[in-house]
Nanobody, 125 residues
């Protein structure tokens, strides 16, 4: 079993930055495919970014490409999401997710077996 705990959310003004962290425990972190998703009220869960176990392969949704950066530190069992140039439409609950081989480069929430509790990000005008 894998436990994921997100942190780093908060309230920020338009154009500001935040860095989210997701600490993992319970299984060899370096073997996990990791991703970030978000969900705004009344909307479906949206894929944001993916990172391969080695960290050498990443994938981003068009909506965040060039503004968000996913990274991981396998020695610290942690994945990060650096968010720059934030906009009000980025307001949502942000989740990290972990999966095995079936989650390889996947943008589908159903491919990920483990989820954190979520952290709120709010961007004001």
């Amino acid at each position: 079993q894998v436990q994921l705990v997100e942190s780093g959310g908060g309230l920020v003004q338009t154009g500001g930055s935040l860095r989210l962290s997701c600490a993992a425990s319970g299984r060899t972190f370096s073997s996990l495919r990791m991703a970030w998703f978000r969900q705004a009220p009344g909307k479906e869960r949206e894929f944001l970014a993916y990172i391969h176990p080695s960290g050498g392969i990443t994938d981003y949704a068009d909506s965040v490409k060039g503004r968000f950066t996913i990274s991981r530190d396998n020695a610290k069992n942690t994945v990060y999401l650096q968010m720059n140039s934030l906009k009000p439409e980025d307001t949502a609950v942000y989740y990290c997710a972990a999966g095995g081989a079936v989650a390889m480069l996947s943008r589908s929430p159903s491919r990920y077996d483990h989820w954190g509790q979520g952290t709120q990000v709010s961007v004001s005008l």
